[in-house]
């Protein structure tokens, strides 16, 4: 996720923005730069690589001024680069922009923008936001009809950038400053975070409270679809029709630790909380056109998906489970086999790809060495490879043919939560696009996967409301040493990755298992102290899955159960967490919501380091 600060008052701005980016640092970046307003002129500083790398910039080349924004960069579109950094420029350079967020219809602007003779400079979505306002100030200010406008009033500069973004789709923080209205920056916000920080004679702009913390602790918290104009001596708010409204001002009582943490103990509990963002960042403008979005967004053509032979997903960790989830999905949507490996098994087996395979990797960090020689391996047997990844050039995304990112944002916590999500989401996407190009899902099917999938968001939020519930059991079960996890078919997967939640922070022995095996061993464990979670919410296997956990009831075992509201609570249950009805394709995204929870809750009784585990790192660039 990008950082973003801004600042207009009487102080010397460019120490100020540098302190604020570095109080953004955790949030993750790649470039960064800062854009001020300097003797009626806009002057930029742009790098890629860390702060200190501007910081060097600005010392060599200083910058004066008291108006000006700047931003750190988490890379979606476009490689990390000085041409990619933020400030993005129209063409006059008299006017830049700040963005945190993905533009969707970014495309279609840019290619009418480029057809009325704007010139791009960089790969970014955010850089046709710029260009879009200078063409509304431009037919502004050619207005024919009532009185010419002034082209200094910030009011003209105001409406351009409103008038911008109610044709712009997608979600964006953002800022932006003229070098004709020298004290003002306008801001905006749709889905992504931006908060105003109100000084004494000056304010501030930031993705989060701790990038103005030091300077002041009045807030107010922009929602969506508003916009901010910054004055020195005063903000003003309005919607996106131009009307004025009014905004509560916060006071904030975090301490810095906690702003980076948004107020949660941990970051692991902030990013479970940020999974339904990150499920809708993940599948953001990858619906439409059915047929090219693969192309548009991974640079894999509908033809290369038609004529893959065999699919082989390959990968670790939670990773590892997301391809396990999505050999359900693909078989059942696109008939093709999907051969399921452990990145660190694969490489150093007598593997069948071939050239007319295509090779799937998933890797929040793109750097997991078992994972990368799997994917160089892999070329050399001549297949193509598409890698599923959270972090814009790393290693495994340099070596792949092609690539799907997930939107998730830099993921801090040891144990992957909310990249978990994001790759199920970039998985349900390809399963959807590779269906359609087999011609294995029609068209009516594939708005139906789309209309189904749309709702995830909205059922994770649901099943976050369960963690008081969560809070109780954990209370109940902190202190045991053993664990058994039962899921059957797209749940078996989820089985594992709750056991592997649990068992990397809290250091609970640990097992996930196809519910079907448990009379073929397994069962053998059971007794009073080995608790069990059985996955049984609505499901073709629902009947098979409770009469597996009667099994384990029968034997003494203390039973946590999974099942959708609706369903009646499961009787033999001693703990029943209801989950909204989710249809059972994507019931995988929303199951592991509670187990996340769970595993975090019990670590954390168990005074464990859930963000920093022992042992753990949190990504795993040696064999
Ligand atoms: C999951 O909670 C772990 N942190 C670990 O299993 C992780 O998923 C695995 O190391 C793969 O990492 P990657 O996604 O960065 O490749």
């Known amino acids: 996720m990008c950082g973003i600060v801004g600042y207009v008052g009487s102080r010397q701005a460019p120490a100020l923005l540098m302190e604020g980016l570095k109080r953004l640092e955790y949030r993750g970046y790649d470039s960064a730069g800062v854009a001020v307003i300097s003797g009626g002129k806009i002057v930029r500083r742009r790098t890629a690589g860390k702060l200190a790398n501007l910081e060097a910039l600005i010392k060599k080349d200083p910058l004066n001024g008291s108006v000006a924004l700047g931003h750190t960069r988490w890379a979606t579109h476009g490689k990390p680069s000085e041409e990619n950094a933020h400030p993005h420029s129209d063409c006059s350079g008299s006017l830049v922009v700040i963005h945190n967020g993905i533009i969707e219809n970014y495309l279609d602007i840019k290619h009418a923008l480029t057809k009325s003779g704007h010139v791009f400079q960089s790969e970014t979505d955010t850089e046709v936001v710029a260009h879009l306002i200078e063409e509304k100030l431009k037919s502004l200010g050619d207005r024919k009809s009532g009185p010419t406008p002034d082209l200094n009033d910030p009011l003209l500069f105001f409406e351009a950038t409103r008038l911008a973004l109610n044709e712009v789709r997608g979600a964006y923080a953002l800022a932006v400053l003229w070098s004709r209205a020298p004290d003002v920056i306008i801001a905006a916000k749709t889905a992504s975070p931006l908060i105003i920080g109100l000084g004494e004679g000056e304010n501030f702009l930031a993705s989060d409270v701790p990038g103005f913390l030091s300077h002041t602790r009045k807030a107010v918290f922009m929602e969506d679809g508003e916009m901010a104009v910054l004055k020195a001596d005063r903000c003003t708010y309005f919607n996106l029709k131009g ?42 403008g990858r619906f439409y056109p059915l047929m090219d979005v693969m192309e548009r967004e991974a640079g894999v053509s509908a033809a290369v998906l038609k004529g893959v032979r065999h699919i082989y997903m390959v990968a670790c960790g939670t990773a590892y489970h997301c391809c396990l989830v999505g050999k359900y999905w693909i078989e059942k949507m696109a008939a093709v086999p999907v051969h399921v490996e452990i990145a660190s098994e694969f490489r150093y087996r007598e593997t069948m790809v071939g050239p007319e395979d295509l090779v799937i990797t ?87 996967f789309i209309e189904d999938l749309i709702k995830v968001p909205g059922h994770i939020r649901e099943a976050l409301k369960l963690e008081p519930e969560i809070k109780q059991i954990a209370r109940q079960f902190y202190k045991k040493e053993h664990f058994l996890f039962i899921g059957r078919y797209v749940n078996f997967a989820i089985a594992l990755e709750a056991a592997l939640k649990l068992k990397e922070i809290s250091y609970i022995h640990a097992e996930g298992y196809a519910a079907g095996e448990l009379k073929h061993g397994p069962i053998a464990l059971i007794d009073e102290n080995m608790p069990v979670v059985a996955i049984a919410t609505r499901s073709k296997v629902l009947e098979k899955m409770i009469s597996s956990f009667e099994e384990v009831k029968a034997r003494g075992a203390r039973l946590i159960v999974l099942s959708t509201k609706g369903d009646g609570l499961l009787q033999g249950a001693d703990f029943n967490l209801q989950l909204p009805p989710v249809p059972e394709l994507f019931s995988p995204i929303v199951n592991i919501i509670p187990l996340q929870m769970l595993a975090y809750h019990i670590a954390d009784l168990r005074g464990c380091d859930v963000d920093q585990p022992r042992n753990l790192a949190k990504s795993v660039t040696v064999e």
């Open 243 to 284: 009307q004025k409204i009014e905004k509560a001002v916060t006071q904030i009582q975090w301490d810095r630790t906690m702003a980076e943490k948004a107020g949660y103990r941990h970051f692991m509990l902030k990013e479970i909380y940020e999974q339904p963002t990150s499920c809708e960042n993940t599948m953001r």
């Open 362 to 448: 998933i890797s929040q960090s793109g750097e997991t060495a078992d994972t990368l020689a799997a994917v160089r391996l892999a070329k050399g047997e001549g297949a193509k490879v598409l890698s599923v990844c959270n972090t814009v050039g790393s290693a495994i995304t340099r070596v792949a043919d092609y690539n799907l990112y997930t939107h998730c944002g830099p993921e801090f916590g040891v144990a992957s939560t909310k990249a978990f999500i994001g790759q199920l989401t970039a998985m349900a996407v390809f399963t959807l696009h590779f269906a359609m190009a087999r011609g294995t899902m029609l068209e009516a099917e594939g708005r139906a």
